[in-house]
T-cell receptor, first 111, second 112 residues
Framework: DAKTTQPNSMESNEEEPVHLPCNHS???????IHWYRQLPSQGPEYVIH???SNVNNRMASLAIAEDRKSSTLILHRATLRDAAVYYC????????????FGKGTTLSVSS | ETGVTQSPTHLIKTRGQQVTLRCSSQ?????VSWYQQALGQGPQFIFQ???????GRGNFPPRFSGLQFPNYSSELNVNALELDDSALYLC???????????FGAGTRLSVL
């Protein structure tokens, strides 16, 4: 799987939007961009994924650059519960492959 | 629909012992993956089982082994425990139809 680069940490205030960047300059045409997050003392949980177009779901939005070499996870209004480690992961379109985690971005949210 | 459950939640073993960790996959999921997460690191892939057969393995020695049962639950076995095996062990289930993995809360293993 191709490598991703994320900032080690980011800070946000409650109820403000958060933009979490991810660089993946070696992404291949068949790689999906997945985001997972891991809250303290829990296993990772799926957030969102996309291939080329921007995606929205109840948790977040995913903005994908036109050249697909970078993407941004957007939390529209951060809450204290969003404090977690966020992982950006590339996965081949073939289902069933393992997730290759990096160190992710630790998001802190202040009230 | 029940989620992924792992047992036990915590475990303490001594070096050289053997340990078995268990995972019940989410209803309808036929694929189980195991990960090891050291403190401060992202999870590292150990292996994956699909329909009771190993279907991929990460860079872990043979003393890490597993099983998947007909009901798709799974076990992770670690022999000859080493101090560096102390970690959070995560199980994730998925179906090949959907490329999303659902994780349990993990088993925290401490090797003394």
């Amino acid at each position: 799987d191709a490598k991703t680069t994320q900032p080690n940490s980011m800070e946000s205030n409650e109820e403000e939007p958060v933009h979490l960047p991810c660089n993946h300059s070696t992404i291949s045409g068949t790689d999906y961009i997945h985001w997972y997050r891991q809250l303290p003392s829990q296993g990772p949980e799926y957030v969102i994924h996309g291939l080329t177009s921007n995606v929205n779901n109840r948790m977040a939005s995913l903005a994908i650059a036109e050249d697909r070499k970078s993407s941004t996870l957007i939390l529209h209004r951060a809450t204290l519960r969003d404090a977690a480690v966020y992982y950006c992961i590339l996965r081949d379109k073939q289902a069933g492959t393992a997730l290759i985690f990096g160190k992710g971005t630790t998001l802190s949210v202040s009230s | 629909e029940t989620g992924v459950t792992q047992s036990p939640t915590h475990l303490i073993k001594t070096r050289g012992q053997q340990v078995t960790l268990r995972c019940s996959s989410q209803s309808g999921h036929n694929t189980v993956s195991w990960y090891q997460q050291a403190l401060g690191q992202g999870p590292q892939f150990i292996f994956q089982y699909y329909r009771e057969e190993e279907n991929g393995r990460g860079n872990f020695p043979p003393r890490f082994s597993g099983l998947q049962f007909p009901n798709y639950s799974s076990e992770l076995n670690v022999n000859a425990l080493e101090l560096d095996d102390s970690a959070l062990y995560l199980c994730a289930s998925s179906s090949l139809a959907k490329n999303i993995q659902y994780f349990g809360a993990g088993t925290r293993l401490s090797v003394l």
